[in-house]
């Protein structure tokens, strides 16, 4: 019973009950916006016995970018690409993903095709950002190649991203409040559309940590340790939530859990780029 092959046993004792609750006739079902997770297409494919499909698309496109193929039982990616465009993955070195990737190439989903926007409405500096001088749009999405021309959507190249429940996040906006929560010296926020709630990374501030558990009757010596124990998580948690309230975070926008770390974010060990930016990528890691 995995949602590939049919079950007439429990399709007479549970999974007609359910069709029938949504008519009866269904028979295709398609999904967007956010991504399904691997769990939840194979249980709507179970319930409902019929056609579960994943597609891609964006305003700027008019219309679906990729969309799975009626009978493609492989389940995690959106399909292959629509007739009336044409998609190419570009480089995106400083994330480390290229075409000659292995197994599979990777980087910045490009689309072109008449289906294509002209424009953002009287804005030509945010059209040029996003249309280059061949007509292709980027789409700021990070995707792989999958045998058989499927698009399997894997980042995002610019700082914003989705929750689960389709609300988009700008981490800066937040690690900028955070900073202002007294333990913390570096913050990095994480989130997907995967998730409903958002995590955080912090490098603390020693002395102000240290201090604390002085407080509290904490005996630590090592700064590491003192990360690790729950009670330290549980306070910087809890000024992290008092500054949200006092900046208006929306209730999305909290993070529901950290983890705190010892070593500050830096060039030399490569949790920050070149140009002082957080290494996503290595910190994920």
Same mark, same amino acid.
Request: glycine share 10%; charged share 20%; proline share 3%.
């Given at each position: 019973m995995? /949602?590939?092959?049919?079950s007439p046993m429990w399709d007479k004792l549970v999974f007609? !009950?359910?069709?029938a609750r949504l008519g009866g006739r269904v028979r295709l079902m398609t999904s967007g916006a956010s991504p399904l997770s691997a769990d939840v297409m194979e249980f709507l494919r179970i319930c +409902? /016995? /019929?056609? *579960?499909?994943?597609?891609?698309?964006?305003?700027?496109?008019?219309?679906?970018? %990729? %969309?799975?193929?009626i009978g493609d039982k492989l389940i995690g990616h959106v399909g292959s690409p629509n007739?009336?465009?044409?998609? !190419?993955?570009v480089d995106v070195p400083e994330m480390n993903y290229t075409s000659e990737d292995q197994p599979y190439p990777r980087g910045e989903i490009c689309v072109r095709g008449p289906t294509i926007f002209r424009g953002y409405y009287k804005d030509e500096v945010q059209t040029r950002d996003v249309i280059d001088n061949d007509g292709w749009l980027h789409t700021g999405d990070i995707g792989l190649w999958l045998p058989g021309g499927r &698009?399997?959507?894997i980042d995002r190249k610019k700082n914003i991203f989705k929750l689960a429940q389709g609300e988009y996040i700008a981490p800066e906006k937040i690690e900028n409040v955070y900073a202002k929560c007294k333990f913390i010296a570096q913050c990095f926020i994480y989130g997907d559309s995967f998730n409903s +709630? &958002? *995590?955080?990374?912090?490098?603390?501030e020693p002395d102000v940590l240290k201090a604390w558990a002085a407080s509290e009757g904490i005996q630590s010596e090592d700064l590491r340790q003192l990360c690790a124990d729950p009670r330290a998580k549980a306070a *910087?948690?809890?000024?992290?939530?008092?500054?949200? !309230?006092?900046?208006? &975070?929306r209730g999305f926008e909290f993070a529901k859990a950290v983890t705190l770390v010892a070593e500050p974010f830096t060039v030399e060990n490569g949790l920050l780029t070149p140009t002082f930016k957080v290494s996503t990528f290595i910190l994920l890691q």
């Open positions: 995995n /949602g590939r092959n049919p007609n !009950k359910i069709k +409902f /016995g /019929g056609e *579960v499909l994943e597609g891609y698309g964006m305003t700027e496109t008019s219309c679906v970018i %990729t %969309t799975m193929d007739p009336s465009c044409e998609v !190419k993955l &698009l399997k959507i +709630f &958002l *995590v955080a990374i912090v490098a603390v *910087v948690l809890a000024d992290m939530d008092s500054i949200g !309230k006092e900046a208006q &975070l």
